[in-house]
């Protein structure tokens, strides 16, 4: 076997296994059928057929732009998949087990929108990006990587840090992680995703994170309201997020939590009770704010809910 072909089986393996071995899955299987391209592939994965270079390097395959492919071949598709972030958690954990490293953790909060020395919520959906490994050949560099991968070169000090290297050069044989921290699936791609039986996206399947993510803003004019007593909006706000998707523990809180105020406030005693009962389900005693502490919440509060 030549030292190519070797290099290339070598490359396949190694990617697969960056995909595959997290307890996530990472990817999927599409099969290809006859006359598809990999461009089109990329266009049914992502809506974009320039990304078909990230196919060509999950599978290490020896093509360019267009390259026909053999109908039947079983080609991995790099995808993001979401977990839910246990209590207690913290990005370097996470990191470790997803990434392998819990150095990573500035890379993996600040892909999802997070900082690594704040601790995600309990219940919060984290996103986890895929990772693809290449195996240089002669002559490439850092930035020809994040080219080829990330479409930019000026994103190479992303693989700098991630891969703890200085050096811009890379040696024939050396292995580079790629990871792809904005890449999203078409909804062709999701469907095909979801189809394939092999396919495990865990217990979180991104459906809130999204939901999660922009509940920030709103949870933000909620506490506005609120503090202005405008009760009536902390209503409409409230029970607004309350139909926005499944939200993180706290999130969740933060939202009975003021609709109890306004329901007490204007007098709406049952709707306080039924409240009352949402809340001291997701109450959380890390937040004094949200739990039934005396020191914060009001008596008539108290009162509404039997405390």
């Known amino acids: 076997m030549s030292p190519t072909r070797f290099a290339r089986l070598l490359g396949l393996a190694f990617s697969v296994f960056v995909l595959s071995s997290a307890e996530e899955a990472r990817g999927y299987i599409h099969i290809v059928q006859a006359g598809e391209s990999l461009a089109e592939v990329a266009e049914i994965a992502y809506g974009d057929s320039k990304k078909e270079t990230l196919i060509v390097g999950?599978?290490?395959?020896?093509?360019?732009?267009?390259?026909?492919?053999?109908?039947?071949?079983?080609?991995?598709?790099?995808?993001?998949?979401?977990?839910?972030?246990?209590?207690?958690?913290?990005?370097?954990?996470?990191?470790?087990?997803?990434?392998?490293?819990?150095?990573?953790?500035?890379?993996?909060?600040?892909?999802?929108?997070?900082?690594?020395?704040?601790?995600?919520?309990?219940?919060?959906?984290?996103?986890?990006?895929?990772?693809?490994?290449?195996?240089?050949?002669?002559?490439?560099?850092?930035?020809?990587?994040?080219?080829?991968?990330?479409?930019?070169?000026?994103?190479?000090?992303?693989?700098?840090?991630?891969?703890?290297?200085?050096?811009?050069?890379?040696?024939?044989?050396?292995?580079?992680?790629?990871?792809?921290?904005?890449?999203?699936?078409d909804p062709k791609g999701k469907r095909e995703a979801e189809a394939y039986h092999q396919f495990a996206l865990g217990e979180a399947r991104g459906k809130d994170f999204d939901a999660q993510k922009g509940a920030k803003t709103s949870l933000d004019a909620l506490a506005v309201a609120l503090d202005d007593g405008n009760y009536p909006a902390v209503i409409a706000i409230g029970n607004a997020l309350g139909g926005a998707g499944e939200l993180s523990r706290p999130q969740n809180a933060a939202i009975s939590r003021a609709l109890l105020e306004a329901y007490v406030a204007l007098g709406s005693t049952e709707l306080a009770v039924e409240t009352c009962r949402r809340f001291g389900d997701v109450a959380t005693d890390d937040e004094p704010e949200l739990s039934f502490d005396p020191s914060w919440v009001s008596p008539k509060i108290l009162a509404a809910c039997r405390k």
């Open 58 to 185: 999950a599978n290490a395959l020896d093509a360019h732009g267009g390259s026909p492919i053999v109908p039947g071949l079983r080609l991995e598709i790099p995808a993001p998949t979401y977990v839910r972030a246990p209590a207690g958690a913290s990005w370097p954990e996470l990191a470790k087990k997803y990434l392998g490293d819990p150095t990573r953790s500035d890379v993996l909060a600040k892909a999802n929108g997070a900082v690594p020395w704040v601790a995600p919520e309990e219940g919060r959906e984290i996103l986890i990006f895929p990772v693809v490994a290449h195996i240089a050949s002669t002559g490439e560099s850092v930035t020809t990587i994040a080219r080829k991968y990330m479409l930019d070169p000026e994103k190479s000090w992303q693989l700098g840090v991630y891969n703890h290297r200085k050096r811009p050069e890379l040696d024939p044989g050396e292995v580079l992680l790629v990871p792809l921290t904005d890449l999203t699936l």
